[in-house]
């Protein structure tokens, strides 16, 4: 069996496994030989990875933990072209990160099979929060990104990860001619009467199901009537933050507005970077890690793994990937590590809680040439 | 001794403008000369050198600066020997003398622990009154260091004459305020803050001197770092340099230009380089780091070798240092965080050639002395201010970014007698 094969073989078991039932221990122990098999045939595959693996101050080929192996930055992935393990023929989609206005998004490219691993992982994972019924699917969002293929961003992946689930889909959120979009009340008053008591699963992006959704439906005074639905948002509180709304806020309107628990209101945590994997909230509020990946939280002064109850920059680890070396990410974002493992909850692995994304890094000081070619809103000074 | 605090948490622009007119009353009722204020100085550094406060970075720099032997002949320089004599000179017809601009204002960067130090004494040897903004991150330091001022200068003639406040830099009301009641000004920092800063209302007869934003570059010739038996020396002195104020100061070296040499091999002078490192880190660890400076730090090594093109680097598994290896005559963006770029060139001058007004000081190990008078003369052409010997890159003298220190803070009144 060559290389490939072994790996593809290995990643499946690790798929079929039940997410959250395996130790540390024995994820560990799994998760280390895979990942050093994929690190050698990424260094294989590509001159310039195996340039930097060859310069990691350990050698992957004897690291004795996870913590050890090489891993890149998340940031190197906003390369032109993108980081590829494949021939350009065997791309089959390209994922785009949600970049803000004047950043460069990732873009990390799949082929056929981490397609379809990508799937399945998300499908595992979701699986385990909402049960594997299939239900009516509501995406707060637009048909477009529901549809698109080749050159998909963020929100259109995250939106097609769950189309699985669906026994219907409604997108309920219509473009207008002058590029903006609005709410198509009356599709979704249509649905929510047809589905009543049915089990439902809502997806959108968390500013725009409360910017876009909430605040219309509030301002009317609709209440869906949906209490078995189950909404899943991702895509991060900054935006919210700007508006001062807080995440219990945020739970409370959804809920009200769909007249369902809070609890069925789930916030992930998940990236293009990190294909498969993503980290719903349990109901303890703590995010979970599955047998096919892991997660380290890393000490900014050292880069070495906290203990629980510190917090650090994240790194996320995925087997699932061999179209792009995106096995072990260290991301932008800090977290507080909650436990080594198991959680109340039930799920075994380490659990987490998302504490922010890293600020931008600054050139500080007198040495600092960046010019400023805004003029700020607020004066700065130089502490 | 008691000592009263200097650093004023200000929360109001008329306790600014009160502090200025104050004074501007002193500099007005008490003439002090360099003599006095050199023999202050000379006190204070010697009180630092008795304090428990050697671990400040840059404290042997700030007492070296302070000493009537490192002073005396920069004001000689700068001002001439009658300003030290004091009284007018002739001048033809007219007489001749040297006054203060009045007070000046103070915004050093937050990165240099003892820039608000160094750039107040520059405006005391003038003979002017200080209103110094503090940097929330340095009032701690600031006052520790200023406490020995107090010590020495029992009589009160400096720090009567110095106004230290402390308050969030987003105060506009506060930052012009400030502005408003200066006759000079001292700016130091980076390109945002200074361009800010630049933008206060100032009234339109004062004097501003900018200093920032700039960067720092070091060269070897063959000859230098292919002489193993001095290599090590080099490389601590690199090391040094590199350390100094964590890399953020316009005068660290953020790239090291090697000229080729067939018969050096360049990876074992980065493996001298790494121990000097390593040694370096060892006796000035960090204690903290900011997160994003670590992204940076693992995305620059991370960029720089999927570069290939037979790129190499040298870094431990945590942020505390990097070397990154390639060729070159360019030189790369700064990350700082101790992030050292070894660039191979052919020619020094190919590097040099590219510099331009960015490049503060170029740190040199150049074997021959006609050869460093082309590399110094190229440098000073493309915009380079200082050009000093590797492992002094930081030392503080004057001319600052090609700047006098003193004398732009002083105004030469002339006289002409209306009796002739």
Known sequence: ?383 | MITTDLIHAVDSAQEITAAANRLRAVVHEEEISPNAVFDIFERWSAALAASDLQEVPGLAFLRLWLRRGTLEPIVLRELGANTLSGGWWQDGRARLRTFPLGVVGHWPAANIEIQPILSLTCALLAGNGCLVRVPRGLVEVTRLLTEKLQEADTLGLLTRRLFMASFDPSRTDLQEAMAQSVDGAMIWGGAESVSQLRRLPFPHWSRLLVFGPRVSAAAMDAKTWGNREERASWCRRIARDVWQFDQQACSSPQTLFLERAESCDVSEFVEHLKKAFEEENRAHPRSEIEPSLTSAISLVRASWLLKGDGNAAVFPASPDWTILLGTGATMPNPTQGRTLTVLVVEDLLDAISKFDGTLQTLGLGIADAAREEIVTRAAATNGVDRIVKLGRMHVFSSPWDGTELIRPLTRVVRHVQSQD
């Open chain 1, 1 to 383: 069996m060559n290389l490939l094969a072994e790996i593809e073989q290995g990643i499946d078991n690790l798929l079929s496994e039940s997410p959250y039932t395996l130790g540390s221990e024995q994820r560990c122990k799994r998760l280390l030989e895979l990942l050093k098999a994929e690190i050698a045939y990424a260094c294989e595959r590509h001159s310039a990875y195996a340039n930097y693996i060859a310069h990691w101050p350990i050698d992957f080929r004897n690291a004795e933990r996870i913590a050890d192996l090489p891993y890149l930055p998340v940031g190197v992935f906003k390369a032109n072209p993108p980081l590829s393990l494949v021939t350009s023929e065997k791309v089959k989609r390209t994922l785009s990160s949600s970049a803000t206005t004047g950043q460069v998004p990732s873009r990390i490219v799949l082929d056929a099979a981490t397609s379809r691993r990508m799937g399945k992982g998300a499908l595992t994972i979701v699986r385990d929060f909402i049960g594997p019924a299939r239900r009516p699917y509501l995406v707060i969002d637009t048909p477009e990104n529901l549809a698109a293929q080749g050159q998909i961003g963020a929100r259109g992946a995250a939106i097609q990860a769950l189309r699985s689930f669906a026994t219907e889909i409604v997108c309920c959120i219509e473009p207008v001619p002058d590029g903006g979009s609005h709410l198509d009340v009356d599709r979704l008053l249509a649905s929510a009467a047809q589905w009543k008591d049915s089990e439902v699963l809502v997806y959108g992006f968390t500013y725009v199901i409360w910017t876009q959704f909430i605040q219309t439906l509030k301002q009317r005074g609709i209440q869906l009537n949906l209490p078995n639905a189950r909404i899943l948002h991702s895509g991060g509180w900054k935006r919210l933050q700007q508006l001062a709304v807080t995440r219990e806020a945020f739970n409370r309107d959804v809920a009200s507005v769909f007249g369902c628990p809070t609890a069925s209101v789930i916030d992930y945590y998940g990236m293009v970077e990190n294909v498969g994997v993503i980290y719903p909230d349990c109901e303890y509020g703590n995010k979970h890690v599955p047998a096919f990946a892991e997660i380290m939280v890393r000490d900014p002064l050292t880069l070495e793994p906290v203990k629980p109850g510190e917090k650090g920059l994240i790194q996320v680890c995925s087997v699932l990937p061999t179209s792009f070396p995106g096995f072990l990410l260290l991301t932008e974002d800090t977290a507080e590590l909650i436990s080594d493992e198991g959680c109340p909850c039930g799920r075994k692995g380490p659990s987490f809680r998302f504490a922010g994304r890293v600020p931008k890094a600054e050139i500080r000081g007198c040495g600092n040439l960046e010019s400023t070619r805004q003029k700020p809103a607020e004066m700065v000074g130089v502490a």
